[in-house]
């Protein structure tokens, strides 16, 4: 053997190596190594339960368990809406005016965040002041930012009145913001390719969302669950699951329920969640019947317990929603716009309907309805495209590109 050939690497695993004949191994001083620790900055993480919340929620369990430290800067509530995972530094805000149910961020506290000494910085952006201040602070600190894409805030303003002009310099904003990220996780290929037709730099990279199969499964599909509802065990159920909010499209989901009831049609309407526009709903589908928020398995079990569902929102980054229907074995009618239509094969897995055209809606719905064999199809359908969607992927795929970003000094 040529000695003066060993590596360090030779004498880490023999210490006899170190000192042979007339060669001597240079020391190593390699810096002692610590977990990597990120901040997360969110606008939304456990005063409300919906699909972000939810999603940021498990990755910061999962990047726990993989050793790596997470503080996460959010606005909260007296009373979070479940509970949450990891360590969470509040942030000052006040509820929105008119949607008091979300809150409007201000700046982040600084010396809290430069005192935990982030390697890497994750904000899921808002267009307020508490993710302007995230990259200030990223900046100051020299550390990489990174962005996750969750919702399309540029589209919810014309659900509340907002004249165009504030829609376009938010969205200008949104691209300066995008642009001075390292990297943007974005949840759909469909989504990436719109950005990049739209001329925004290219540092998108694919993050997609997963689905708990075993959870959510056609396994759990309960008569005594519609019996309690009054449903008949020959009676099918057009399903809807989500905050009853303007920019889910709640109004065209009341009309494809009301002209389907002027057609004559026979279904049962179930709506699963809450939200300021649940008293609207109520008076226009006084036959539909309304469970509030749902979690876990009772969760799971209204979506196996259904026939049909319906997602007419077309401001879906993803759409965590019309994934969890179709593991639970439903077929889906569902807009055709960026997040369902990356989900939903159209007359594989369910119908992509023209958005806010409730005939459309209507006439896809009504041949589910009406059709026992292809809507048992369908299902199967969904319930097999769903299991190409875990969480481990997406989840690894995330830490992945932290580590690279930041350097290899962090276990």
Excluded at 168 to 174: D, E
Aim: proline residues 6%; glycine residues 6%; contains cysteine.
């Amino acid at each position: 053997m040529e000695y003066d050939t060993l590596s360090a690497d030779a004498r880490l695993i023999d210490p006899a190596l170190d000192d042979v004949g007339d060669f001597t191994f240079p020391a190593v001083n390699a810096p002692p190594r610590r977990p990597m620790r990120v901040a997360l900055v969110a606008s939304s993480y456990n005063y409300i339960r919906d699909g972000v919340a939810l999603t940021l929620n498990r990755l910061v369990a999962y990047l726990e368990k993989a050793g790596v430290e997470v503080r996460v800067f959010s606005p909260v509530k007296k009373k979070p809406a479940f509970q949450h995972n990891g360590i969470v530094v509040p942030v000052p805000s006040i509820p929105i005016p008119g949607r008091s149910d979300y809150r409007l961020a201000f700046g982040l506290p600084y010396e809290e965040l430069r005192a935990f000494q982030p390697d890497i910085m994750h904000v899921a952006l808002a267009p307020d002041w508490l993710g302007f201040s995230a990259l200030r602070a990223a900046r100051k600190l020299g550390i990489p930012l990174v962005a996750s894409y969750h919702t399309c805030y540029e589209t919810y303003l014309e659900h509340y009145g907002v004249a165009a002009i504030f829609k376009k310099l938010m969205t200008k904003y949104l691209n300066y913001y995008y642009a001075s990220c390292r990297e943007v996780y974005v949840p759909t290929q469909a989504m990436i390719d719109t950005f990049r037709r739209d001329g925004m730099r290219d540092n998108f990279v694919l993050w997609q969302r997963g689905v708990d199969i075993d959870r959510f499964n056609p396994k759990k599909r309960s008569q005594e669950w519609r019996q309690s509802l009054g449903i008949g065990p020959q009676e099918k159920v057009v399903l809807f699951v989500s905050r009853l909010v303007r920019e889910k499209q709640v109004a065209t989901l009341a009309s494809t329920f009301a002209l389907l009831r002027q057609q004559g049609v026979a279904f049962r309407s179930v709506i699963v969640g809450d939200g300021p526009e649940r008293q609207m709903l109520e008076q226009s589908c006084p036959d539909t019947i309304f469970t509030g928020t749902l979690q876990g398995d009772a969760l799971a079990q209204a979506y196996a317990s259904g026939d049909v569902f319906m997602f007419p929102s077309d401001t879906e980054s993803f759409g965590n929603v019309t994934l969890e229907a179709m593991a639970s074995g439903l077929p889906c009618v569902c807009a055709d716009a960026t997040g369902s239509s990356s989900l939903v094969v159209d007359g594989v897995t369910g119908f992509l309907a023209k958005p806010r055209n409730t005939e459309s809606f209507t006439g896809y719905v009504r041949q589910l309805l009406e059709d026992q064999t292809l809507r048992q199809t369908m299902g199967l359908a969904a319930r097999q495209r769903s299991l190409a969607f875990s969480w481990e992927v997406p989840m690894a795929t995330v830490l992945k590109h932290y580590r690279a970003l930041v350097g290899g000094q962090y276990v």
